[in-house]
Nanobody
Framework: QVQLVESGGGLVQAGGSLRLSCTASGGAFSRYVMGWFRQAPGREREFVATINRNWSGTRTYYGDSVKGRFTISRDNAKNTVYLQMNSLKPEDTAVYSC?????????????????WGQGTQVTVSS
């Protein structure tokens, strides 16, 4: 059983930056594809980014709304995946959650992930 704990959320002004972290325990982190999702009040959970296991080169994929502004990365030695968020907009306000799945390919659908963190709140003021 993998446990995921997010951190790094907070309040930031539009145009600012935040870096979210998600630390895993209880499993072999390097075996897991990792993803970030977000959910704003009254809206469905939305795919943000995913990163592969990085066994033979890093591959990433982003949702259209964050491409060019957000960067996902991972440090397998620290069992941690990161989400660097730049040029933040008020519409980025949401609870951000990380997820893990023991798969080989990148995963965009939340239904394909096996483990989820509790989430961290990101609020972007205008």
């Amino acid at each position: 059983q993998v446990q995921l704990v997010e951190s790094g959320g907070g309040l930031v002004q539009a145009g600012g930056s935040l870096r979210l972290s998600c630390t895993a325990s209880g499993g072999a982190f390097s075996r897991y594809v990792m993803g970030w999702f977000r959910q704003a009040p009254g809206r469905e959970r939305e795919f943000v980014a995913t990163i592969n296991r990085n066994w033979s080169g890093t591959r990433t994929y982003y949702g259209d709304s964050v491409k060019g502004r957000f960067t996902i990365s991972r440090d397998n030695a620290k069992n941690t995946v990161y989400l660097q968020m730049n040029s933040l907009k008020p519409e980025d306000t949401a609870v951000y959650s990380c997820a893990a799945a023991q798969r080989e390919r990148l995963l965009l659908a939340q239904s394909e992930y096996d483990y989820w963190g509790q989430g961290t709140q990101v609020t972007v003021s205008s």
